[in-house]
């Protein structure tokens, strides 16, 4: 079994920069591919980025060109970095691991973290 701890969230201002934190526990991730999704209050869970082991990303278009998805596979760690935060990025950010098939539905994963709060004021 892998657990996944999410951290780094927090408050900022519309226009700050936050890092998210996803490690890895229990079973190796080996070279399972990973991603963020988000959910905001009263809403889905929506999909945020994916990264391949290789290190091939893909982004939500809401974030293409202020987050960036990366991974240290040696770590079993994840990486989001947010930057240019809007007050719409405002969300639980969760990771996932271990998809089945469309790596851009929740349904997909294996593995979830419990998420980490992210509130951006205006």
């Known amino acids: 079994q892998v657990q996944l701890a999410e951290s780094g969230g927090g408050l900022v201002q519309a226009g700050d920069s936050l890092r998210l934190s996803c490690v890895a526990s229990g079973r190796t991730l080996g070279d399972s591919p990973m991603a963020w999704f988000r959910r905001r209050l009263g809403d889905a869970r929506e999909f945020v980025a994916f990264?391949?082991?290789?290190?091939?990303?893909v982004y939500a278009e809401s974030v293409k060109g202020r987050f960036t998805i990366s991974r240290d596979n040696a770590k079993e760690t994840m990486y989001l970095q947010m930057t240019s935060l809007k007050p719409e990025d405002t969300a639980i950010y969760s990771c996932?691991?271990?998809?089945?098939?469309?790596?851009?539905?929740?349904?997909?994963?294996?593995?979830w973290g419990q998420g980490t709060q992210v509130t951006v004021s205006s």
């Open positions: 996932a691991a271990g998809p089945r098939n469309n790596y851009m539905l929740p349904s997909s994963y294996n593995y």
């Open positions: 990264i391949m082991f290789d290190g091939a990303t």
